[in-house]
């Protein structure tokens, strides 16, 4: 490891590192823009100028200069300052200064760094260039006149997106910036465009002109739109959700997130139940009405069912760890084995972790060498992950396969096909040249996705894929490739803690079926939309009761007969488990609407009504019985892995039928997102239905 | 902003012609397998020798061929101020206006060309015979100013010798390459100085 000197701190800084990382080893920051940690280096924008010995007497680009034993470093010194301050002239040369309407002010590298190095008065008289905006989407608004040329959105595109979208073409001062079409970008990590920019080229489109960032409350959070549980920050300002930027956390999401996660706030505001509503009898409208009433008419219409009315919870994708603790201590009291938190009729098997954990871990992709994927489309289940795919497969790190629908995934994959029994079948008898691959591969990772299990051979599916990895050496000493990929953030939580039948109890779908034909007397949904309603709205014959307890009012509220407010996840502070098993916690950003609760209080009221109140005085309790079901919940931030060994799935045979995708709309997989008119926006670019519009759709 | 065109509406995409396919596919063995990326910029000037400019279509036609993404193409076709993305005419004059030629009269060029054709830089003859751009240096200076017409340089023009090489290209006739003036390469204008007794 070479020592070198940077202003008078000795450092030692790794082989291969440039004299800009060793800097930052010694704490010393040196001013970029085209730098980024995390994209290829181009050294264009020379801003990271310094002053070595030995070498020429002319200053040195530190992002692009390796460093060497020896060497003397000075970042501060007259040449360095004055080499900067030539760079931030020029940049300013053709840059607008008007940061007075321009929304990167306030966070923006190129106002930071003219504080610095810059100087009060031009001596630029002639005219500026300007540049035609072009259109990126929904998300993106682009002030080409703004860019300084670093290229950090063209390397991210080419990069990290793995869509080679963006160019900068021409030369001289006409260089632009420019997409070889204009209109969308394909990629599910645009706004992630809008982090790289170092100024307000790209800033985010549905959050310009809103607010300045100073004005901004942050709160430090996770993202629960899809199963990665990605960090992030909440910025909000009066009780309002106004933008989610990633943070930093190499484990999980780097510094990106998707599109969804940052894009679906508008839908906060939409749609939003914040009053309960009730059917007074069965067939009537759905009326406003308090709180008191709502569980007074849940009382009189369950008393009218009878004595021991048959109860039914199905959980859905984003309900969090409280909620699912006070209704399974619900369902105890009650007396109910039926309960489910797989409302899409996945056949995963809660009885061994192993069996539907992500084991390999996200980081543990780094090391990924060869990959499998069974019934997963990563690019729209977790695009953050798959961007972690792309870089192994450009490096020539790792080989992909896939057993499942075609689709572009942004790197070359091995198609299997998508006959499923098939496919598994010349991979396990080793017919198919991959399962060589994965059998020599140092860390070979299988990938199941939900479109593998949600089906009627799903268990069948899983032991298929516990057995290949069995049979393919992909379970072995220091490293489990054995990996469920989820879609939903609240189903590894609802797993851990149970919420699955219990002896002879009802599945979701087996319940929504048994409340049409009357051996089953109340369905409690708890923010689950993502199935099939209509049996619940056509079941006419029967007193039977749904009750609804979540955010929006969407496909399982329309259907309900009591309508009970509760919060979305900004708006509580909720535990939650990502699908690598780590128990994280979300923080309240904003109060929930009108008379909305946390849903575990809703909960709460509802079973009072039913009289079996549960002994929960506050969230502490709620979380305290939540350890006691599961000691893991207790542990937030942890990742314990799972011991493999006990079988899981069940043993038959797969069927031909093909898989087909979990995630068919990424902008749109929620009540959330559904209620997103950015989300309907992107849906609506990629779609080009613009074209089909008729005279109706305005 | 640079304008690149696209293909017309109703017109056919560019394609290579079976000869230039040959010739195309020659390009590429010049390049290790794995760096066919470098055959970019030969192949555009093939498709620009065959159509007479790069379009889109023809960069989207050279991207297919060297497998870089079509945004690349256009990266370096704009970089490079010898593609064109538009019909020019058939006597293309690239007029370096570069400090050499410039200090050494190309304003003269440009008058010239004016006053004969009425054409400033961009511009195209109604006649579809000439066109007028600037251009960045030819790397002529010692014979400056210069102009490029097609694959040819003419050097150390005037107003005046400009004039004539307007004519004489718009009659079809026989035109002198290179020094307008008669000079030999890059030989001293005001003939031999040194070693001036030496018989050469």
């Given at each position: ?39 290829s ?113 063209v390397r991210?595109c080419d990069e990290?997106?793995g869509v080679p979208?963006?160019g ?12 070889w ?188 060498d060869a990959i ?17 795919i792309f870089r192994r497969v450009r490096n020539g790190q790792a080989a992909v396969a ?6 572009d995934l942004t790197y070359p994959v091995t198609e ?16 198919h040249p991959f399962?060589e691959v994965?059998?020599s591969a ?257 | ?13 560019f394609a290579f012609t079976p000869e230039n396919q040959a010739e195309a596919r020659s390009i590429l063995a010049r390049y290790p397998k794995g760096r066919e990326h470098s055959a970019a910029l030969p192949l555009l000037d093939l498709a620009q020798r065959q159509?007479?400019?790069v379009?889109?279509?023809a960069m989207e036609a050279v991207a297919g061929l060297t497998g870089l993404a079509p945004i690349r193409i256009l990266e370096v076709a704009?970089f490079y101020?010898?593609f ?117």
């Amino acid at each position: 490891m070479p020592k070198l000197t940077i202003d008078g701190i000795p450092v030692e800084a790794p082989e291969g590192a440039t004299v800009l990382q060793a800097a930052e080893l010694a704490g010393i920051e040196i001013p970029r823009f085209c730098y980024h940690e995390r994209l290829s280096i181009a050294g264009n924008c020379r801003m990271c100028l310094v002053e070595v010995k030995p070498g020429p007497p002319k200053p040195a680009a530190s992002c692009a200069l390796p460093v060497c034993e020896g060497m003397e470093v000075f970042t501060n010194s007259e040449m360095a300052r004055a080499a900067r301050k030539g760079t931030i002239e020029f940049m300013l040369v053709n840059h607008p200064l008007d940061c007075p309407i321009c929304d990167q002010g306030g966070e923006c590298d190129l106002q930071d760094e003219t504080v610095l190095y810059g100087e009060a008065a031009s001596r630029f008289r002639e005219d500026k260039h300007a540049f035609a905006d072009k259109d990126l989407g929904p998300l993106i608004n682009t002030r080409f006149t703004r860019c300084i040329h670093c290229t950090r959105c063209v390397r991210f595109c080419d990069e990290i997106a793995g869509v080679p979208a963006l160019g900068m073409i021409g030369r001289g001062s006409s260089c632009e910036i420019m997409p070889w079409e204009e209109g969308v970008l394909q990629t599910e990590l645009a706004g992630n465009l809008v982090d790289v920019c170092p100024v307000g080229s790209l800033t985010n489109r549905p959050f310009a002109f809103r607010a300045r960032s100073w004005e901004l409350t942050k709160t430090d959070s996770i993202d629960i739109m899809d199963a990665m549980g990605s960090s992030v920050r909440i910025d909000s300002r009066s009780n309002e959700v106004l933008r989610i930027l990633p943070r930093l956390n190499d484990a999980v999401n780097e510094e990106w997130i998707g599109d969804r996660s940052r894009h679906f706030i508008d839908g906060l505001l939409e749609r939003r139940l914040d009053t309960p509503w009730a059917r007074v009898t069965r067939g009537a409208a759905l009326r406003s009405v308090s709180w008191e009433k709502a569980l007074e008419i849940l009382r009189e219409r369950v008393e009218a069912l009878g004595d021991a009315p048959k109860v039914g919870v199905i959980a859905g994708d984003q309900t969090d760890l409280e909620t699912l603790t006070a209704a399974k201590d619900l369902c105890a009291a009650l007396g109910s084995p039926n309960m489910d938190c797989r409302q899409d009729g996945a056949r995963l098997d809660a009885s061994v972790r192993a069996g539907y954990l992500f084991n390999a871990t996200i980081e543990g992709l780094d090391q990924a060498d060869a990959i499998l994927l069974i019934g997963s489309d990563p690019r729209k289940e977790a695009p953050v992950l798959n961007a972690r795919i792309f870089r192994r497969v450009r490096n020539g790190q790792a080989a992909v396969a896939r057993i499942g629908v075609p689709t572009d995934l942004t790197y070359p994959v091995t198609e299997l096909g998508n006959t499923p029994g098939e496919a598994l079948a010349a991979l396990r008898a080793g017919t198919h040249p991959f399962a060589e691959v994965l059998r020599s591969a140092k860390h070979p990772v299988i990938i199941v996705g939900q479109g593998a299990l949600r089906r009627e051979d799903g268990a069948a599916v899983l032991n298929a894929a516990r057995d290949l990895a069995d049979a393919l050496g992909v379970v072995r000493e220091g490293w489990n490739g054995f990996s469920v990929l989820h879609t939903a953030a609240g189903r590894v939580g609802g797993l851990d803690l149970g919420f699955v039948p219990g002896k002879d109890g009802l599945d979701a779908g087996a319940m929504v079926q048994a409340l049409g034909s009357g051996s089953l007397d109340v369905l409690i949904l708890l923010g689950a939309d993502e199935f099939d309603t209509s049996a619940l709205a056509n079941r006419s014959t029967r007193d039977a009761l749904v009750v609804y307890i979540g955010s929006h009012g969407d496909a399982g509220a329309a259907v309900a007969d009591i309508v009970l407010p509760g919060s979305a996840w900004t708006e509580k502070t909720a535990t939650w488990v990502s699908m690598e098993g780590r128990v994280q916690r979300t923080l309240r950003a904003v109060s929930a609407p009108g008379a909305a609760v946390e849903d575990w209080v809703a909960v709460a009221r509802v079973a009072r009504a039913l009289g079996h109140a549960l002994p929960f005085s506050s969230v502490e309790d709620v979380r305290a019985r939540m350890a006691a079901i599961n000691p893991l919940l207790g542990t937030l931030w942890t990742l314990t892995p799972a011991p493999w060994g006990a079988p899981f799935g069940t043993e038959g045979a797969v069927s031909a039928e093909p898989f087909t995708p979990a995630v068919p709309n990424y902008y749109m997989t929620c009540p959330i997102s559904r209620a997103s008119r950015t989300m309907a926006a992107c849906v609506e670019a990629l779609s080009g239905t613009e074209d089909e519009r008729t005279g109706t759709d305005g | 902003m640079i304008e690149t065109n696209t293909a017309a509406a109703g017109t056919a995409p560019f394609a290579f012609t079976p000869e230039n396919q040959a010739e195309a596919r020659s390009i590429l063995a010049r390049y290790p397998k794995g760096r066919e990326h470098s055959a970019a910029l030969p192949l555009l000037d093939l498709a620009q020798r065959q159509q007479g400019y790069v379009d889109r279509s023809a960069m989207e036609a050279v991207a297919g061929l060297t497998g870089l993404a079509p945004i690349r193409i256009l990266e370096v076709a704009t970089f490079y101020t010898m593609f064109r993305h538009a019909p020019v005419g058939e006597h293309h004059f690239e007029v370096c206006t570069n400090i050499s030629c410039w200090l050494r009269g190309s304003d003269e060029v440009l008058r010239a060309l004016r006053d004969e054709l009425g054409l400033d830089p961009g511009g195209k003859s109604d006649d579809g015979k000439f066109s007028v751009q600037e251009c960045e240096c030819l790397g002529a200076c010692v014979n400056a100013p210069a102009v490029r017409v097609g694959d040819h340089y003419f050097e150390d023009l005037t107003y005046d010798n400009t004039v004539a090489l307007i004519r004489k290209l718009r009659a079809g006739e026989k035109v002198v390459l290179g020094s307008q003036t008669g000079r030999v390469g890059s030989a001293n204008a005001a003939g031999a100085t040194a070693l001036a007794g030496r018989a050469s």
